[in-house]
Each structure stands twice: as C-alpha cells, then as structure tokens.
C-alpha cells in the first residue's frame, strides 16, 4: 500500500512540476507564432508511436546535418502520450514535433497548444499534395489554418476469411443488409461474423462516419454535439440488434481475447482500416493466407462511400523554437516517396498524399491475403471518404462516456443508443465545464 | 529520541562543556531535520498545497478555439465533485470493497503470522520469503497476470472460467479483490510477524506457567499485543483501498464490467486525462478529505476502545 502511496505523491509532484512553469498568457505564445527559418544548426524534438520510425529519421538526420531530429517513442496517443503532451503543455516544455491523430487534433487546439502551419510558406504550397479530406481534418474547414500536417489515412474496407464463406457458401455481403444475413449464416456454421469493438469507439465513428452521422460542428460562435442523430441511431440499432441476437463476439478490443477470436477462426469478418491488415497479420498468425479484403458494405446497393479510422497528423507545438524546421522535416517525412516507403514497411502506415497512394510499393501483392494487391481496395476507399467529418475538442472524455456506456450494452445493460444518450449529455457537460461554447 | 538521550547525559555536568556540547548538538539538529523538512515540503506539502490551490481555479475563453483563462473561481469545482453521480457511486463501490477485503486480507495476514511465529511451520525464512514475494511483483503486472487467469478463452483454468465469468460486472470487484489481497497479505503478515518477534519471551513463559496452551497464547496473549500493528495495517489498508488504481485500469481493458469512473482514483486520471487538471485536483482533494476523515475516525474507535 505504501507503494501505492508513492506513486500517488509521484504522480502529484510531477502534476505540480509541470504546472509551475505553466502560467503563460495567451498574449505571450500568440506572439511567437510565426514561421520563420532559423539560423545555423537546430536540433528538432519529436515525440511519436510509430513503430521502427528510429530508422526513417535516421535518414533524414544523414542528409541533413543542420537540422537534426531527435526522436523520443512512447505509448499510442490515449495509451499515455496525449497524457503527456497535456502535462508538457502546462509545463510549457513540449516537444517542437508532436504525433496527434485527426481525432485529438481539436482536443490541442483548444488547450491552445499547437502552431497553425499554414503560416509556414512551405507547408501553405505543399497543401495541393495531400488528399483533400486529410486535408481538412487538420484545417477544420478553413482554408487558411492547418494545424498539423497530415501523415497517413485509415480509410475502412471489409477483411474477411475467403477460406470459411467460400466453404460454407455465404456471399460476400455488398451491403450491410446482406452483413447482417451472412451473419446468421455465419452462426450457424459456427462462428461470429466479427467482433464488436465495445471499447475502441474510434470504429463505430468510422460506421457512423460512412453512414454521414456527423459528431460535432463548430459554426465559430459555439460547437454543437450531435451524437443522437438519425444516422448515428440507425448504425447503432443495426449492430445492437446483431449484439441482441448474439450474432457477433464482444471480446474486448486490443487483447489477447481479441487476437485468439481471430487466430482460431471464430471470428470471420472485420470492418477495419487498412492498418488493421497489420493487427491480423501479427495478431492472428495461423490465418495466413486466408484473409482478403473487399470494400465496406453499403447501406445503399450501388453505392460508393468508405468510412475511416484512425490516421495521424504532425503537429507542430506553439513552444517550438524552430517551427520552420519542424515543419519542413514533418513535410519531407509525410509526402517524400523515400519517407513514405519506409514507413509503410516499418508500419504499415497508408499516406495522406494523392501521390503516396499511387507509389509502386503499394501495387505489390501481398503473402498473407493470399497475394491480393490489397492496398487497391484501401486506395479506392480513400477516395470515398466523405470529407466533412468534425471531431470535437474533448474526444477524450467522450469515447471515455461512449465506451463505458457501450461496455454496458455487451453486457446487456442497456443499449447502444442509450450509451450515445448519455454520451451526449456527459460530452456537452465535458465543454461546459471547460467554458467551451456549446449549443444545448 | 535518540537526541533527547544523547543532551542528556552531559546535563548533570560542568555548565561550560554542556554549553557547548549543546551548541555543537544544535547545529547538528539542522544538518539531520533541513533535507527531510526540504524534502517533505517540496515533494509533500508543495503538490498538496497546489492541488488545492488549482482546484479553486476554473477556466474561462471566448470563442470555440478560444485558449483558456484560468481565472479563479471559488469552490465552483467543489460543487461539480458534489453533483458527480459517478463519483458518488465509485465511493460507495470501494467502501463495500474495503469492508470485505480488508478484513479478509489482514485476517489472513495474521493467521500466517501467527503460525510462522508457532514454530509449528518449519522453513520459516522460506515461507516468510515465499509470502512477501507478491509484494515485490509490482501491481500492474500482478493485475494483468490475474486477468490471464480469469480470462474466459485463454486461462489455464478454462473449465472454471468458462463457466463462472470473473469479469462480469457481477464478480469484477471480487476479482480485483482477490488481486489485491494476493498482493498485500505478505506485505501485512511481515508487519504484524516482526510485531510478534518483539514480544519478549518472559511473557510466552509466564503465558504457559499459567497453564495457557498454543492456541490460548495466539489469542489472548499475541493478537492483544499485536494489536497496534494490526491498527496500522488497517489504516494504511483503508488509504490503498480508497486509493485503488492501478488494478482497476489494468482490469479496464478486457472487462466489459470496469467502466472509467470505477473507482476514486480512476474518475480523477480519467478527469486529467480530458484534460482538466482543476475539476480533477477538486476530485482529489476530496478523496484525501475523505482517506483522513475514515482512517482518523478509524484510529480514534480503536483508541477509545483501548482506553476502555
């Protein structure tokens, strides 16, 4: 127990610690916002999670001994290092560079810790690049901002076991009518059509996403949560009506639980990102060559939409001394071909540029999806994202809320669309209590 | 104490080598009482003092991406802490914890400490070792190796588990129970064991001239004189448990029953984690209110009853 009580106080102190050197005013860092090219060699700070990115900034360091970066991993974002980007930015020592997904973008924003980039000349040229709702996750729909440089995409499409539908007979669904009857068929052959994320909510927003359900919108006058709308309730009552008739698995997401649903084959389908071609490769090993991949299925016959999850931008941080650097490795980083190779082989990662999609690393067939060119589906579903989606400026409380009311619904306490209600009032009460703006 | 003892003795006499042995005392009173008054008011007192000093701040900004003034504002966060419902709950949640657990954990942290002292168990350095060796595993690893073990799929006990399901939201607080108490009896039975070797072995002696047997002296010889020991391991036992975190997070991610406001401490990491740093250091003033308030009320129902 008394550990414990140390690792209170140690948590404490090091809150107090950051906060004592936090109390900057506003007037201060707007002044330092501005872009312009250091003189002499600099050093860049960049924290991220990408696995293996040691050697990609290897390869930049070789080329450029005046600007030199110096990377530091830690945990994924709500693993712990948005924790740590908060207590840094209280503590007014952040990193210059920062890896921040589309959807805590906002969330910086609005602790007034990022730099806008369009303010550097060479990112304002590169925005042509990038694919334009990439784009508009880091402008938040103004032309004039960016507050972040897009780095890859999650654009979704539908993995499933070749092997099991083609030997039981089941078509692969188009729509997710047809979803849902495979999966009646999938029961009885035994298994469960996939597994319902109750924790990560980051997929049901990439459902609700495809489905043209928008969370958040900010007019510029105040937000407004929307987490109860037509098409958020239609998603949600379609999977808590799969969830009711126990047609999916409910293992919780990002466990071993999860890997073994999938390695021993009782788990049929996922609706994923393109990264997840990683997490079955790696967390169901005993698959290979079994899986393939199709578009998402539809809620209308014929049509074309993807939803997306996941994907992350490079922030650079309002503390940064040298945002002109920091900006020009995160450009060379996100758009080069020599960068983007790497990351995608270290990472899997799928870029953010119109180019990046169309490199030759991505036409190659891949071993474990029985050598399906997979990436072509991901690159077709990147370009059938809707382009307006918002995300809001307290992400973290509210998939905190979703995921504890969804929880819930897995365990036949209540429903889904309940746990959005509750969402919802716990989201706008979240703003409020932050002095955010919101429209009730 | 020690001082006191060592001011003492030139006291009866000559005055001048008192005078200044006390001055060269005196200077050393600092030299021994400067780095813990340091360290206890820079990693004690200091975080404290800030904690509440930002729980009485609160934010204000105009526009939606407006940046935040902290501005102060009474015991505004006071009054969401008091209209939490959650936080309420997850109170409640670890006081029905504590009164299970506890008891069960320190019974059964004296009952191995009084047969380690029996003499009956031979191995005694082994077992003493082998019960303490939980405590040094650190809590996160204990609690995902737990969760392994009652893990529906994949624990080496699946018959077990796949028929009564450990994280259900029925059994989750029993399970982190079981975690915690694996984890803390060694610590405790080493408390209440040195407490037991202290006892000087006259009294023993006078015990069985009495005519007193094993079990006679176990209960009305050695609980009683262990008794200050067992106090302090049920305060510090009542903080840990007010305090829980480090299991219930781990539990969190595959138990669909721990939500993130199951426990005190919880509600306060996921608070600081929006972030909120003024609504969660309200949070955990409250929580050290309310960790004084039990533990104190708890030493003073036991010191009265000793004074009886």
């Known amino acids: ?440 | 104490m020690t001082q006191a003892t060592i001011v003492d003795v030139p006291e009866g006499t000559e005055a001048p080598p008192r005078r200044s042995g006390a001055v060269r005392y005196g200077r050393a009173v600092p030299f021994f009482v400067v780095p813990f008054g340091l360290l206890f008011v820079l990693f004690y007192l200091l975080p404290i003092g800030y904690a509440i000093v930002q729980s009485l701040y609160t934010v204000e900004r105009t526009g939606t991406f407006g940046p935040a003034r902290e501005v102060f504002g009474g015991l505004v966060q006071y009054g969401r802490v008091f209209q939490d419902g959650p936080f309420w709950s997850s109170i409640g949640r670890v006081l029905v914890f504590g009164v299970v657990q506890v008891p069960v954990m320190l019974g059964l942290a004296l009952l191995l400490a009084l047969l380690l002292d029996s003499g009956l168990v031979k191995g005694r350095r082994f077992f003493r070792l082998a019960f303490f060796v939980p405590y040094a595993i650190p809590g996160v690893i204990a609690a995902i190796m737990w969760g392994f073990l009652y893990s529906p799929n994949l624990s080496p006990l699946k018959p077990v588990t796949s028929a009564i399901d450990f994280l259900s939201a029925d059994f989750v607080l029993w399970a982190i129970a079981n975690v915690v108490t694996w984890v803390y009896v060694g610590y405790n039975m080493l408390i209440i064991y040195s407490s037991l070797l202290a006892i000087p072995a006259e009294v023993y002696e006078a015990a069985r001239i009495d005519g007193a047997g094993p079990i006679r002296i176990a209960w009305s010889v050695k609980i009683p004189l262990v008794m200050p020991a067992i106090v302090l391991t049920t305060v510090f036992s009542i903080i840990g448990t007010l305090q829980l975190l480090a299991e219930p997070q781990v539990f969190r991610s595959f138990s669909s029953a721990v939500s993130s406001t199951y426990t005190p401490n919880l509600t306060v990491y996921s608070t600081s984690s929006v972030p909120n740093f003024n609504l969660a250091a309200a949070f955990s003033v409250v929580l050290a209110l309310a960790t004084f308030v039990l533990s104190f009320a708890f030493l003073r129902f036991t010191q009265r009853k000793g004074a009886r």
């Open chain 1, 1 to 440: 127990m008394r550990k414990r009580l140390s690792a209170l106080l140690i948590s404490v102190l090091a809150l107090s610690a950051c906060g004592s050197g936090g109390d900057d005013s506003p007037e201060g860092t707007a002044a330092a916002a501005s872009c312009a090219p250091s003189s002499g060699p600099v050093t860049i700070t960049y924290t991220t999670w990408i696995p293996g990115i040691e050697k990609v900034v290897k390869l930049w360091n070789d080329k450029n001994p005046n600007i030199q970066v110096k990377v530091q991993t830690g945990p994924n974002g709500n693993g712990g290092t948005y924790q740590n980007f908060f207590n840094q930015l209280k503590a007014g020592n952040t990193p210059d560079l920062g890896h921040i997904e589309y959807d805590a973008l906002p969330s910086f924003r609005v602790q007034d810790g990022l730099l806008d980039v369009a303010q550097c000349d060479i990112v304002a040229k590169a925005k042509d690049q990038f694919i334009p709702w990439t784009w508009n996750q880091v402008s938040f729909g103004d032309a004039k901002s960016a507050w972040g440089i897009p780095q890859d995409s999650g654009p979704m499409a539908l993995f499933y076991r070749a092997d099991l539908f083609e030997k039981n007979g089941i078509a692969i669904p188009k729509t997710w009518d047809e979803y849902a009857a495979a999966a009646e068929k999938v029961k009885a052959a035994g298994g469960y059509i996939t597994n319902f994320s109750q924790s990560d909510i980051n997929q049901f927003a990439g459902f609700t996403w495809q489905a043209g359900g928008r969370w958040f919108a900010n007019d510029g006058q105040q937000w407004t949560v929307n987490l109860t709308d037509d098409k958020t309730k239609k998603v949600a009552g379609y999977w808590q009506n799969l969830i009711s008739k126990k047609l999916v698995s409910t293992v919780p997401p990002w466990t071993t639980e999860w890997d073994n649903a999938y390695n021993s084959s009782s788990a049929w389908t996922w609706v994923s990102a393109v990264w997840g071609a990683n997490s079955i490769m790696s967390g169901a090993p005993k698959t290979a060559g079994k899986w393939r991949v199709a578009p998402m299925p539809q809620w209308t016959a014929g049509d074309d939409v993807a939803g997306n999850w996941g994907g992350s931008a490079t922030a650079v941080f309002k503390s940064s001394k040298h945002p002109y650097e920091a900006a020009q490795f995160a450009l060379w980083l996100n758009t080069s071909e020599e960068a983007l190779a790497l990351l995608n082989k270290e990472a899997q990662l799928y870029p953010a540029t119109t180019a990046g999609t169309k490199y030759s690393y991505l036409a190659n067939p891949v071993e474990f999806y029985g050598d399906q060119k997979i990436y072509e589906v991901f690159a077709d579903a990147a370009t059938q994202v809707t382009p307006d989606f918002t995300w809001g400026p307290t992400m973290t409380s509210t998939y905190a809320s979703a995921s504890d009311g969804f929880k819930a619904a897995v365990s036949g306490q209540g429903t889904l669309d309940e746990a959005l209600a509750a969402t919802q009032k716990q989201t706008v009460e979240t703003l409020k209590s932050q002095a955010i703006p919101v429209k009730e």
